[in-house]
């Protein structure tokens, strides 16, 4: 099944039964505009709000009918619907605590469910969202476009809310910078050096994977981030990162 089919499709179930409008998110909107779009293995879809539950049921009740799909409900309140090589997940909607109070001193008053959930993501280079005919693409922080641009890392919110407020985000930096061959802001390297526990809100298997991913990604620059950010001793040290740790432990990295 082609994609666009697949999204076409969707957009008639989510019409269907009356959900708010679907929006892609996350990694796939970040690729598209920097028309990397080819290798996309995985799609995140939000609403904004409650009816992406819904959506993502119907969903999996339509193409069960047709597909070979499976489908997952996580215990973070999000969902995926595996078809093919595809995985498509559906948000959980996740807001960070006091979200309206931390919109009101960026200015946004009485911020829409999609605002809450769009600064609740990890980075802004995360946070843009495109519609379904993957042709527009927005960008609500008003920053993502300019950090994509810059290659730069930067949290939606202050790091010593966006990094602790869900797992995995510390490493998350790191794999992405990786990744993308990205820079990680200032800001985010000064939260995690003076509170480099903050990377232990995620699992050591969690760690372990996108520490690995990372190395395969960007060496170099992983062991710069990692060094940077003084997290030698705070990480699972893996068969892959062993060498690297053993090179540079207790090294530290000027700024």
């Known amino acids: 099944m082609k994609l666009k089919d697949l999204l076409t499709e969707i957009k008639e179930i989510q019409e269907k039964i009356g959900a708010s409008e679907v929006m ?24 904004g709000d409650k ?6 049921q119907e ?13 997952k409900n996580m215990i973070d309140g999000h969902s995926s619907i595996y078809i093919g090589n595809l995985k498509i997940d559906f948000s959980s909607n996740f807001n960070v605590i006091n979200i309206d109070k931390l ?15 769009i600064f609740s993501r990890d980075f802004t280079c995360n ?35 966006t990094l602790v407020s869900n797992k995995n985000r510390v490493i998350r930096s790191i794999y992405l910078a990786a990744k993308l061959d990205f820079d990680i802001d200032d800001s985010i390297i000064d939260f995690v050096n003076k509170n480099p526990n903050s990377i232990k809100i ?27 950010m003084n997290l030698w001793n705070y990480i699972p040290i893996t068969e892959i990162a062993y060498p690297f740790y053993m090179k540079y432990k207790g090294k530290s990295v000027k700024k």
Do not use: H, W
């Open 24 to 47: 892609i998110c996350g990694g796939a909107a970040r690729d598209k505009f920097l028309n990397n779009f080819s290798k996309l293995s995985d799609i995140d879809l939000t609403t």
């Open 51 to 56: 009816s992406i539950q819904y959506l993502s």
């Open 59 to 71: 969903t999996y009740n339509v193409l069960s009918k047709k597909y070979n799909v499976s489908k």
């Open 103 to 117: 919109l009101l001193l960026k200015k946004i008053n009485n911020p829409t469910n999609m605002q809450k959930e």
């Open 127 to 161: 946070a843009l969202l495109m519609d379904l005919n993957l042709k527009n693409i927005i960008d609500i922080t008003n920053n993502g476009f300019k950090d994509i641009k810059d290659k730069k890392i930067k949290t939606c919110l202050p790091p010593e809310i």
């Open 202 to 228: 995620s699992s050591n298997k969690s760690l372990a994977e996108k520490l690995d991913l990372s190395l395969k990604y960007d060496a170099d620059k992983t062991v710069y981030y990692l060094n940077k």
